[in-house]
């Protein structure tokens, strides 16, 4: 028998549309070394989060001998824009191939982690994904290069790496070795105010960052065609002829490489990433999927464990048509719907506590060839007796 009431007993429902919102997309994670940082700042193998501060970017080199990938690395970056980094420092071998494995890291049998299998830990520490993985003056070799694509793959964040030579044939081999969705290749290395060679990946992932935390640009945006700072050239010149299909930086892009022209200043040149799906060519349509796919996920954990009835398949369909609406008009997309396919969402399928929900969109388009053509005519030459 139910309880006995008599009077007003106020309840709150838990239908209705759930805002939709997308954790910071640029942060960075960077591992490398520092053999003279402040071991109290850095401690090795720890993931410790800079907020964008010079001072504690300072701390990565108390003797002032500015040895080390992290220390130059990160001023490169913040010369383009503050980021959120998450910094794992290595201890330096005593070889480079001691530092290598360093950097890429391991499980020990305690548990315990050191280097790249620290990189799955950054989201306990700083509360969300690290989007933008990079390992400056170490990622081309290609076990760690090898190493970072497994981190981006299972986070769904995404690498830019360097690679190796002092020609543009050797980056080419180089980047035949991979083909990830996930990955766009660099070369060369940049010149810092300093005059000290840097690697570009440090470089890409600032203009990122620049990129992502502004407004009308955001994640949706190509990070190609844009002026950097901080430089005050590349180790190796790279030439380029606007429209020229044989100048060394179109021949970089076509094989999936960003470069450094100088065209009324130095900029960025290069949109695509190593996918050998042509889908996927564009490095920031992978950012968009990975992105609106990861914000879509994050915002429906109410949903899980709900009774699974009417009001809840359109209250999950709603809070996503919404979201995709405000990304429509941010700009971050060209168009997108969600719906709940009946074909999927069978009697059987309910009963057994499934739900599926699809979704499309498209992503803007980004103008990497734009044709002029002239045409001569005799027309306008009546104007002289007009």
């Keep these: 028998m139910s309880q006995f009431r008599h009077g007003i007993y106020p309840a709150t429902g838990s239908g209705g549309v759930r805002p939709t919102t997308i954790a910071p997309t640029a942060p960075i994670v960077m591992v490398g070394t520092a053999p003279d940082a402040d071991s109290e700042v850095f401690p090795e193998n720890k993931v410790i989060i800079n907020h964008g501060s010079m001072t504690m970017m300072a701390k990565l080199d108390t003797a002032g001998n500015r040895r080390g990938?992290?220390?130059?690395?990160?001023?490169?970056?913040?010369?383009?824009?503050?980021?959120?980094?998450?910094?794992?420092?290595?201890?330096?071998?005593?070889?480079?191939?001691?530092?290598?494995t360093n950097v890429v890291g391991t499980i020990n049998a305690d548990g315990t982690k050191t280097g790249m299998e620290l990189?799955?830990?950054?989201?306990?520490?700083?509360?969300?994904k690290p989007r933008i993985l990079i390992a400056p003056g170490f990622t081309h070799e290609q076990s760690a290069a090898t190493k970072l694509q497994t981190m981006a793959d299972?986070?769904?964040g995404f690498v830019y790496y360097d690679c190796?030579?002092?020609?543009?044939?050797?980056?080419?081999?180089?980047?035949?070795?991979?083909?990830?969705?996930?990955?766009?290749?660099?070369?060369?290395?940049?010149?810092?105010?300093?005059?000290?060679?840097?690697?570009?990946?440090?470089?890409?992932?600032?203009?990122?960052?620049?990129?992502?935390?502004?407004?009308?640009?955001?994640?949706?945006?190509?990070?190609?065609n844009q002026r950097i700072n901080g430089i005050l050239g590349t180790d190796i010149p790279v030439d380029y002829v606007d429209g020229d299909t044989t100048c060394t930086a179109y021949v970089l892009n076509a094989n999936q490489i960003s470069t450094v022209i100088n065209d009324t200043g130095y900029r960025t040149w290069g949109n695509l990433s190593c996918s050998d799906d042509p889908k996927w060519q564009f490095s920031s349509h992978v950012r968009i999927n990975d992105i609106i796919l990861d914000a879509i996920a994050e915002a429906l954990k109410w949903a899980r464990d709900n009774k699974l009835n009417k009001t809840f398949v359109e209250d999950v369909v709603e809070q996503v048509n919404v979201f995709l609406a405000g990304q429509v008009r941010a700009g971050n997309l060209l168009g997108g719907t969600a719906w709940a396919d009946p074909d999927l969402n069978t009697p059987d399928t309910i009963i057994a506590g499934e739900f599926y929900l699809d979704y499309d969109f498209t992503p803007p388009g980004i103008a990497q060839a734009i044709v002029v053509t002239s045409h001569f005519i005799n027309d306008y030459a009546e104007s002289i007796f007009s």
């Design 119 to 128: 990189i799955p830990d950054v989201q306990n520490v700083l509360g969300f």
């Design 164 to 224: 190796p030579g002092n020609k543009a044939e050797e980056a080419q081999a180089y980047r035949q070795n991979f083909a990830s969705q996930r990955f766009e290749g660099c070369w060369p290395r940049v010149i810092n105010v300093k005059g000290e060679v840097v690697p570009m990946s440090a470089m890409q992932a600032g203009i990122r960052v620049l990129k992502d935390n502004t407004v009308g640009e955001e994640f949706s945006s190509s990070t190609s």
């Design 154 to 156: 299972r986070l769904r």
């Design 69 to 100: 990938t992290l220390l130059p690395a990160m001023e490169v970056i913040f010369a383009q824009a503050r980021a959120i980094i998450a910094v794992i420092v290595v201890p330096e071998g005593q070889t480079d191939a001691e530092t290598l």
